[in-house]
């Protein structure tokens, strides 16, 4: 799910309380379905915070979304440097705890 602009349209990730494009503060939220690309990435090789230290190295990506809007995550059933800008992705969602899922990202074959 999204935020789209319910004065222009607009789609939005993460959501704000106003449209960047027209200003309005009328929205609500949409499906979107998931799928994208790698429009960029970072592999990370020194531990920042130690609850990432056993996922060394891990890539940090930037999914631009089929509907536009650009989605930061996590790009996971493959190896970092592996990754490609332009590259198909797909959300799965990775339970962290009973409370908790995280969206993240997997390859897909291109249709």
Not at 25 to 50: A, D, K, L
Not at 73 to 86: A, Q, T, W, Y
Request: with cysteine; charged share 20%; aromatic share 10%.
């Amino acid at each position: 799910m999204v935020q789209k602009c319910d004065g222009c349209g607009e789609l939005h990730f993460p959501a704000h309380s106003f449209c960047s494009h027209c200003l309005s503060t009328r929205s609500s939220w949409v499906p979107v379905s998931g799928r994208g690309e790698i429009y960029s990435f970072n592999v990370m090789h020194q531990v920042y915070h130690p609850g990432f230290a056993a996922e060394v190295p891990y890539a940090v990506v930037v999914v631009k979304l089929e509907e536009g809007p650009k989605f930061v995550s996590n790009l996971v059933g493959i190896k970092p440097h592996d990754i490609r800008i332009g590259m198909p992705v797909e959300v799965t969602f990775e339970k962290m705890s009973d409370e908790i899922m995280l969206p993240k990202f997997r390859p897909r074959q291109k249709s």
